[in-house]
T-cell receptor, first 119, second 115 residues
Framework: QQQVKQSPQSLIVQKGGISIINCAYE??????FPWYQQFPGKGPALLIA?????SEKKEGRFTISFNKSAKQFSLHIMDSQPGDSATYFC??????????????????FGTGTRLTIIP | DTGVSQDPRHKITKRGQNVTFRCDPI?????LYWYRQTLGQGPEFLTY????????KSRLLSDRFSAERPKGSFSTLEIQRTEQGDSAMYLC?????????????FGPGTRLTVL
């Protein structure tokens, strides 16, 4: 059962442009939304994350926009660089409402977006 | 390097053989997760440990799969009687579960190929 839908599947952006990846979720219990970056042969690396009490979070060139009523969130990569070429996964977890001692923060991932930045 | 480590990085086996993978989490992290990732898909949750206790298992974890975390440190994932459908990347992640953020740190994964 896919609970997090991610689009597009692949994306090609020119260097210096803006890369935008979108995700939508169904489970209203989700309350923490991280994005992961994965290079070939490597494990996913946490990039940026957002809580639903804010509509936007920015860290450097990376920004998450969050729309709680629509149950959608997106990643924007400003001034995209060739080094940003990777696969990006959105994820969701009911982290904030979990039992503090024993809560399972298991992540539900989207299907991924392969981003290619061209010169 | 104080990150999550996994061993081996690659494993090729014949159908029907047993395989075991190891994960060493970040030392101060008490939560440990196993995920499975197939080509072109996002990681899927398999199981979760809080210290040495295995608190949740996914329906994806058939009876042929077993995971342990003795003494709440490293963890092992064993697959018995491997099938070709078991071919995937097996990822381990750990977190401290504190600080108000869910920071799961992933290892490099073990890529399993079942012939």
């Amino acid at each position: 059962q896919q609970q997090v839908k991610q689009s597009p599947q692949s994306l090609i952006v020119q260097k210096g442009g803006i890369s935008i990846i979108n995700c939508a979720y169904e489970n209203t219990a989700f309350d923490y939304f991280p994005w992961y970056q994965q290079f070939p042969g490597k494990g996913p690396a946490l990039l940026i994350a957002i809580r639903p009490d804010v509509s936007e979070k920015k860290e450097g060139r990376f920004t998450i926009s969050f729309n709680k009523s629509a149950k959608q969130f997106s990643l924007h990569i400003m001034d995209s660089q060739p080094g940003d070429s990777a696969t990006y996964f959105c994820a969701a977890t009911p982290f904030l409402t979990l039992d503090r001692l024993f809560g399972n923060e298991k992540l539900t991932f989207g299907t991924g977006t392969r981003l290619t930045i061209i010169p | 390097d104080t990150g999550v480590s996994q061993d081996p990085r690659h494993k090729i086996t014949k159908r029907g053989q047993n395989v075991t993978f190891r994960c060493d989490p970040i030392s101060e992290h008490n939560r440990l997760y196993w995920y499975r990732q197939t080509l072109g898909q996002g990681p899927e949750f398999l199981t979760y440990f809080q210290n040495e206790a295995q608190l949740e298992k996914s329906r994806l974890l058939s009876d042929r799969f077993s995971a342990e975390r003795p003494k709440g440190s490293f963890s092992t994932l064993e697959i018995q009687r491997t099938e070709q459908g078991d071919s995937a990347m097996y990822l381990c992640a750990s977190s401290s579960g504190t600080g108000g953020t869910s920071g799961q740190f992933f290892g490099p994964g073990t890529r399993l190929t079942v012939l």
